[in-house]
Nanobody, 117 residues
Framework: QVQLVESGGGLVQPGGSLKLSCAAS???????????MSWYRQAPGKERELVAT???????NYADSVKGRFTISRDNDKNTVDLQMNSLKLEDTAVYYC????????WGQGTQVTVSS
């Protein structure tokens, strides 16, 4: 059974940085490398939205709201995908979820990111 576990959330001041990590288990490295991995977020009272995606070939896409501030990366040897978040804003406050897709989708449990002064 594939499991995704996020870590790295917390409280940060506006303008600060955080790095989220998502570790995948229950699959081999060669299988993980074929997954499309994404980060989503859901703020209170809002729908879950796509933040960033990294494909199996390393292509990256970002929501307009985070372009130039967030960077998604993956390590297929470690079965991990990270989200480096810089220049954080109040509106980045949300629960951040990792998602992996290969034939079907898998979600992590989420990690809270709070940007507040």
């Amino acid at each position: 059974q594939v499991q995704l576990v996020e870590s790295g959330g917390g409280l940060v001041q506006p303008g600060g940085s955080l790095k989220l990590s998502c570790a995948a288990s229950g699959l081999t490295s060669s299988s993980f490398s074929s997954f499309v991995m994404s980060w989503y977020r859901q703020a209170p009272g809002k729908e879950r939205e796509l933040v960033a995606t990294v494909t199996s070939t390393g292509g990256r896409n970002y929501a307009d709201s985070v372009k130039g501030r967030f960077t998604i990366s993956r390590d297929n040897d470690k079965n991990t995908v990270d989200l480096q978040m810089n220049s954080l804003k109040l509106e980045d406050t949300a629960v951040y979820y990792c998602r992996g897709v290969r034939f079907r989708g898998y979600w992590g449990q989420g990690t809270q990111v709070t940007v507040s002064s």
